[in-house]
């Protein structure tokens, strides 16, 4: 199956500081990036869409200001946690697909662990 | 919100079959049925897919009623190393139909 990455698996960060994490598909070109957020002993929440080149969709109640998303390329997108707080602390998953194709397999990144001071 | 109903848990003995239901009575013909499974503290690995045949692949088999209405991921010989949380998931094609959406999904507990 298709590769993709996330960087850094992990991170811990202060109170009103801002984290950036990358997601990349290694060994396709993902026209379409997922970005999920999971809490502890809960499901994943879909957090937004982001489409190569294009701005992103943002769930309902998702502030997009507050998470940026870029998309600049077919193998990367950014989520980056702006003035993050406690309550940010959670287990960021991305996921890449390409809808080019009949087939549009999501695939699923390991994860980033951010905790917040 | 999720379009299917799960059992919260389950237990199975290692070396026996898991079998892992799913009610998704409000389907419509367009929509596929998705199995993915995270084990602890990981992303979601994809499992199976189908639309009304019943499929296997190397991981998995899923039977899928006639009516579509529910569906059955069986795990042939589990083992320690499928101790995970198992998602059903309806999916449509195209657009937000696409997305994932992810319900609590059942968390399997495979015993030695």
């Known amino acids: 199956g298709a590769v993709v990455s996330q960087h850094p698996s992990w991170v811990i960060c202060k109170s009103g500081t801002s984290v950036k994490i990358e997601c990349r598909s290694l060994?396709?070109?993902?026209?379409?990036m997922f970005w999920y957020r999971q809490f502890p002993k809960q499901s994943l929440m879909l957090m937004a869409t982001?489409?190569?080149?294009?701005?992103?969709?943002?769930e309902q109640g998702v502030e997009k200001d507050k998470f940026l998303i870029n998309h600049a390329s077919l193998t990367l997108s950014t989520l980056t946690v702006t003035s993050a707080h406690p309550e940010d602390s959670s287990f960021y998953i991305c996921?890449?697909?390409?809808?080019?194709?009949?087939?549009?397999?999501?695939?699923f990144g390991p994860g980033t662990r951010l905790t917040v001071l | 919100d999720a379009k299917t109903t799960q059992p919260t848990s389950m237990d199975c003995a290692e070396g026996r079959a898991a079998n892992l239901p799913c009610n998704h009575s409000?389907?419509?013909?367009?929509?596929?049925v998705y199995w993915y499974r995270q084990i602890h503290s990981q992303g979601p690995q994809y499992i199976i897919h189908?639309?009304?045949n019943n499929e296997t692949n190397e991981m998995a088999s899923l039977i899928i009623t006639e009516d579509r209405k529910s569906s059955t991921l069986i795990l042939p010989h589990a083992t320690l190393r499928d101790t995970a949380v198992y998602y059903c998931?309806?999916?449509?094609?195209?657009?937000?139909?696409?997305?994932?959406?992810f319900g609590k999904g059942t968390k399997l507990s495979v015993k030695p």
């Open positions: 996921s890449a697909t390409d809808l080019r194709g009949n087939y549009n397999e999501q695939f």
């Open positions: 060994d396709f070109q993902a026209t379409t």
């Open positions: 982001s489409n190569e080149g294009s701005k992103a969709t943002y």
């Open positions: 409000t389907i419509s013909g367009n929509e596929y």
């Open positions: 189908g639309l009304k």
């Open positions: 998931i309806v999916r449509g094609r195209g657009g937000s139909q696409g997305n994932l959406i």
